[in-house]
């Protein structure tokens, strides 16, 4: 097994700036574009008919425009479950507290069938979400992790008390609020309205990141007992981060190959729910890993020498 020799304690300045550096970046995106929300969390309606053949897009959702008087988004991907590789999915979203009026759908029908004759445009389904229902729906989800975050706080604090839990457990979501924020930036940057697929790429990245904190902060306990406790902790962290960086790199590495693949599929075949999925999922993994050892572990050790100075400094109190 190879063995690695780096320096992440002492290095954990530049690891900072990286990290603050493209949260720089994501909110200067924020602030120029804002947060967009999905209709599930917004409210409004969908959709969705299917055609044949090719078609300009930029016409298409010229045509779709005009036959509506809202302001509407259009998706456009392959249908994966027809045997028909010539037919297509277009997605018309409206928002708003409206639902889409018989007429409205019609209308639009029409529309699609006379300008595009030879495409055999068929409307599938229209469902409708309410602004209140969404609005529920979005904090149920916000709730969801922040329950998810807690309890795995109190795991890292109950099952490695002997190395301070507390603390580990705070860093710990510290390095998990880096990922979430991480995942945040993508849909922003990318410019993909925020849905259920967020909150699906938070819940499985806040674990698959803990895990790999886990995994660290065991080896940190192990080696302590073998060590002693009076080895510096910084050498302690370094000499654990080190003995899993080999682990935690190939596990990493195999997850995004399978992720990358199922994203490269997706922009083939123009999937955009899959790529709204897959595109986070794949900076999630690798957010994941690099806050599990060049922030955790670095701040963790921050903590401890913080506190042990102040220890250290407190006068004695005179009974």
């Known amino acids: 097994m190879k063995k690695y020799n780096i320096n992440f304690v002492e290095n954990k300045k530049i690891y900072f700036s990286i990290s603050l550096g493209i949260m720089l970046i994501g909110l200067i995106f924020n602030v120029i574009f804002g947060t967009e929300l999905d209709i599930q969390f917004t409210g409004g309606a969908i959709a969705k008919y299917s055609y044949t053949g090719n078609i300009d897009e930029n016409q298409l959702k010229d045509i779709i425009q005009k036959a509506t008087d809202e302001i509407v988004s259009v998706q456009i991907s392959k249908d994966m479950t027809s045997s028909d590789e010539d037919k297509n999915i277009v997605s018309v979203e ?3 507290n ?15 069938s006379d300008n595009f004759p030879d495409n055999k445009f068929e409307q599938l389904e229209v469902s409708s979400v309410d602004p209140s229902m969404g609005k529920t729906f979005f ?3 916000m709730a969801a992790i922040g329950i998810a975050s807690l309890l795995m ?6 099952r490695f008390r002997k190395i301070s839990g507390f603390s ?3 860093m710990a979501l510290v390095a998990l609020l880096h990922d979430v924020i991480m995942v945040y930036f993508t849909f922003i940057i990318f410019r993909m309205p925020l849905d259920d697929s967020f909150i699906a790429v938070v819940l499985m990245i806040l674990g698959y990141s803990l895990n790999d904190t886990i995994v660290i902060y065991d080896r940190i306990r192990e080696n302590q007992n073998l060590m002693g406790k009076k080895v510096p902790l910084k050498e302690l962290v370094n000499h654990s981060i080190n003995q899993t960086f080999g682990r ?31 595109l986070p999922m794949v900076i999630g993994i690798i957010s994941g890993c690099y806050s599990s050892i060049c922030i955790a572990s670095p701040l963790w050790v921050i903590w401890r020498d913080y506190k042990d100075k102040h220890a250290k400094h407190k006068p004695n109190k005179k009974k």
Not at 102 to 110: E, N, R, Y
Not at 153 to 158: D, Q, R, T
Not at 250 to 270: E, G, H, K, R, Y
Request: net charge neutral; with cysteine; proline share 0%.
């Open 94 to 96: 409206f928002a708003g």
């Open 98 to 112: 409206n639902e889409i009026s018989l007429d409205q759908q019609k209308g639009l029908t029409a529309s699609l």
């Open 153 to 158: 706080v109190m795991y890292v604090a109950l």
């Open 248 to 278: 935690t790199l190939n596990t990493s590495i195999s997850t995004l190959i399978a992720i990358v693949t199922v994203l490269v599929v997706a922009l083939i075949f123009n999937l955009s729910s899959v790529v709204s999925f897959a």
């Open 139 to 141: 904090l149920k989800c």
């Open 168 to 170: 580990a457990g705070v």
